[in-house]
């Protein structure tokens, strides 16, 4: 029997423990660990590579990537159906947004109006966002995120760049191809480059992937920029290894690997105990996900169509999401 190839993950949290260099994020103060350049890699016969060592929230994954392949960029869709993943970010708007607006107002009557209105909590914006349309419209926005950049991206003569179509016909039609690559990384958009008002809420850690036809199997490889290993990675391992999927059914191929490249492989201090906890579990088999067969178009593509089978992870391991603007 092969061994796992959870193992690599795992030796990558032992590698940044022993061997990291410690930083701080500029505008927090917090202590991570931090390696560069690192690369794991999943035969997708073998399974589905959702880990074992702790259980993980596959209901998220598979709707935070429709959300992804819908092009959307408001968190509505995502809190209606009970993923909370991009609450912070959401909320960090919101926030900004409050302050700024009794910074700004210079009409005495009006600043004492701005001032005795409460700011909400993080709990009562997430149920606004749920309950009241208008304001999901304002405040939910997080500006154009991976989405928007793969279904539409913004070209300089006015036109929406549908990337994610785009491969899938090149896959189709030309498979030999070197070029097939899908970018999230728009200068244009990235806080510290963005013109007023248009900034991201969060500039694009996994930034760009690539598909590749060979030996009759379709295979995938990410660059990940920054990579949150404890709470973010075991996402985007499952994701994109999911999105491999996706692409070889809709394509007509086998999934052959993903190959996961890392520039900024981090632990966040407040990850460090829950880390030593996992080291200690023994991986057990991935499970298999099934897609419907019935699924031909991406513009289709709904949550039933995904049916996991045989997963028997450890139990889950909580911890708090680190907001430090993704830098």
Request: aromatic share 14%.
């Amino acid at each position: 029997m092969k061994r796992s190839e959870e193992y690599q993950y795992l030796n990558l949290l032992k590698d940044v423990m022993e061997n990291g260099f410690e930083k701080h994020e500029f505008n927090s103060g917090i202590m991570f660990k931090s390696v560069f350049g690192r690369q794991i890699r999943f035969d997708l016969s073998r399974g589905l590579p959702l880990l074992t060592t702790k259980k993980v929230f596959l209901r998220g994954i598979l709707h935070e990537l429709i959300w992804f392949l819908r092009g959307d960029s408001n968190i509505k869709y995502l809190v209606d159906n009970g993923v909370h993943i991009w609450d912070d970010w959401g909320f960090k708007r919101y926030k900004e947004s409050f302050e700024n607006k009794k910074l700004n107002i210079k009409n005495k009557k009006h600043k004492k109006n701005i001032k005795n209105k409460k700011m909400l909590s993080q709990d009562e914006y997430i149920e606004r966002v749920k309950n009241d349309k208008k304001f999901a419209e304002k405040f939910g926005e997080l500006g154009p995120v991976y989405g928007v950049q793969w279904r539409r991206w913004p070209a300089s003569d006015g036109r929406k760049i549908d990337q994610v179509k785009w491969a899938i016909e090149k896959i189709k039609k030309t498979p030999e191809r070197r070029h097939i690559v899908i970018s999230a990384w728009n200068p244009e958009f990235v806080y510290e480059m963005a013109g007023k008002g248009k900034s991201v809420a969060l500039p694009p850690c996994h930034t760009l992937f690539q598909f590749n036809v060979i030996n009759g199997k379709l295979s995938c490889q990410l660059y990940q920029r920054s990579a949150d290993l404890f709470l973010g990675v075991p996402f985007n391992i499952a994701s994109y290894a999911l999105f491999t999927m996706i692409f070889a059914h809709l394509t007509g191929y086998p999934a052959g690997d993903f190959v996961h490249t890392f520039g900024d492989a981090h632990i966040y201090s407040n990850h460090f105990e829950q880390v030593k906890e996992q080291l200690k579990r023994k991986p057990r088999p991935f499970p298999r996900m099934k897609i419907n067969p019935k699924l031909k178009d991406i513009d289709d593509i709904k949550y039933e169509d995904f049916t996991l089978e045989n997963y028997n992870p450890w139990p889950p391991i909580r911890g708090e999401v680190t907001v430090v603007g993704g830098f």
